[in-house]
């Protein structure tokens, strides 16, 4: 998508958004944090209806687009589990099933198993669609209410150190952010992870190209006092064959009590969520701990995006203003 | 149900709706195509609840009714899969639910797999019952949505010549269908099916009695060249034990770009959907697939008669107008 | 909670609320029932919006929170079967879920199989948790719609008499209901129960403790003719390991037609629901048949409670006007 050129239509790949688009996105962001219910600024999609596909359950991400609809006054047609169920089960396409659901809702919010499938439903959808995470592809509003909460909690998103543990390997969203990442200068990224499930060369070679400085170290202690960002994820436990790998891979890199008072100040610990035991619970009450609060960003993020794709007719001159 | 002296209660069998009931509905379904979001139109269901009682699953028919109750201003209460949960599996009866549900909504949609739910919970409701299909029963909702699109595609109901193909035997909207279309003088209908599931003689012989000239064909392309509308349907693996003859059945009848060139200027081809490749993908873009503006009109006449049983009080006088 | 010094902030325990309390909420509920859709009063909540968290199904009592939520203005996130997705099969905690829902939501309907975790729920919360049962444990709303049917159906809730019947050893709203009557004076209660699912003793000495007379009878018949109010209860198949006890527990106490010519004529028969065959259904038509009514009055007791968590601010100064 060629942001300068085109209106808002579709939300599939974080790539689409470049650092202007970003901008625009969370001018709108910071002032949905503000609207209160009763308000006219919560009416604005008063009369549209957005429905939620889901193909695969993601109660979090399927509540926080329904929240952000209903936050704007708009109504929901809400699937639980599309896949398990009739149409799909009869061997409809997802183009067919979306030409048939466009006919229902203004708006289709999409989470698929395949990846590759929002880009699929854009192409032959005439209402906005909101990729929800299709597989092991992309996850563009959680990329982007990750970046949102950096900007928030640290103030810019040049010029900054984060530093990235867990699970890198499978993680969709610190491969997303690491990209995202990349348009901003002066970003410096540090990866620690178990040996099994280290970030992926594609990655790599992506920051490197676009001259990203990043390191790759097995102390997290030592990583934990340099950063702005730690963004922790969850070893998980679907992608072992071996127990003792998968126990071995899981407990070595918690963030507890200890570790933060080797956390900067300023610093904060980010987790995109669900946590098991990667973060523990007493860390919960610092206030360097922006994890809930970035759950939070998801609905500020959202309100945005579904106001951009609906009720403003977002375009080039937009952006310039 | 006799219409011209009851208002419009429920709606369960698509046999209670005569001609002139069925102007009404399609009057009221017409002015519901140019309803805005906002509008006051759009406002008229505000304050009252439909609640949809899925027993078995149907993705498509419960997002086109709560899309319907969504764009009058209505609210939905809904349940994807009744039948697995809760009170039925306890034990409960289907009066009961119903008179349970009925404290809940100004509705009830009820979709079912037996035969002659509706029409139960109908003899017990103190607010409309609305059949969604059940089992091989009733689906009275979709037998007006398919005159609702040939009269919108085509212009007339009366004299008019319908093919119907592919599984007629199991198929319950090529059933309805055919003994909706016999109200109107002039209507010819053609039957093209697989052997193992040629239309059967209950419709048949009704269509006899009623006057209704009707003929079996088993070369789609001679049909095709003379019809006003082409009715294809799927054929339903669930009713074959026997995978060579479906998949013989299958291949059989299947209007592709090639068919098309025969077909009529004016004609239309209509599916209930979902389909699987009895229609082929290339056909979509041809303006006489009508299949999903058929889909669209679904919400148009579901609108219709939410508004009828329960804004309108819609008597006799109003039938006269 | 000491109600008194408190706004209502959470409904997770029935023994929460003392006559003061209960009677604010049954004030609000009987405004309630008055409300109709396009009023003022069915706005009050408009802009907040409620999220129902179900950790087991009960599309009873989801409807019912649903509907009171829609009935006063404010919209739902709804989630049917929250155990069996996501967030918890990855290991999440019900405080972290809790954490993030709060986030999307202005209050949470909590229904789990785990006692103690409405709770749980609460301890962690700043929004309002309305705990919609919790396994063996709670459920107030269910015992606060019964004592307010007792009170609508017989005109006080002191010196009444109550016949409970059927599962008494399982039946959480018999045992609820006993706990909440014995604020009042004068009531007395009399049990009938098959052996195998007597009512137990820590029920039975709460009672005696606080000077609540009870009895235990075997004869339906005798008990039938004294009561004001004979509440009975569904025996659970699921509690028998043995189908011939089941059976024999299941059909020793039915209420039928010849038992209602024994019940006074001001008296009631109460049903938690769903029943099965422990009331005949020839019973239904009959006026002392509250069962129906009872369950309506959940709407009711909702509605109150949600105006209180939401849109007032109860405290102390409320209680003393």
Redesign the interface.
Known sequence: MDWHMQKLKHVVDSGDFNRAAVDVVFQEALKMEKI???SPE?RVL????M?TLFYE????TR??F??AM??LGG????????G????AA????L???V???E????CIVIRHFQEGSAKRAAAVASVPILNAGDGPGQHPTQALLDLYTIQREIGRLENIKVGMVGDLANGRTVRSLCMCLSMYPGVEVTFVAPDVVRMRDDVKDYLTQRGVKWTEVSDLREVAGHVDVLYQT?IQRERFTDMDSYNAARGKYIIDKELMKILQPHAVVMHP????DEIT?DVDADPRAAY?RQ??N??YVRMALLKLCLADKMGPDDLKK
């Open positions: 209160r219910p009763g919560s008063d009369g549209y209806i429905s359950p993601s109660t979090r509540l926080s329904e929240s209903s936050r109504t929901v047609l809400s699937t639980e589990s599309a398990e169920y009739s149409s009869k061997g409809e396409t183009e067919d099933t030409r048939t659901v006919g229902y809702a203004d969850r969520l669900p946590r098991v619970t809930f759950a939070r998801g609905l």
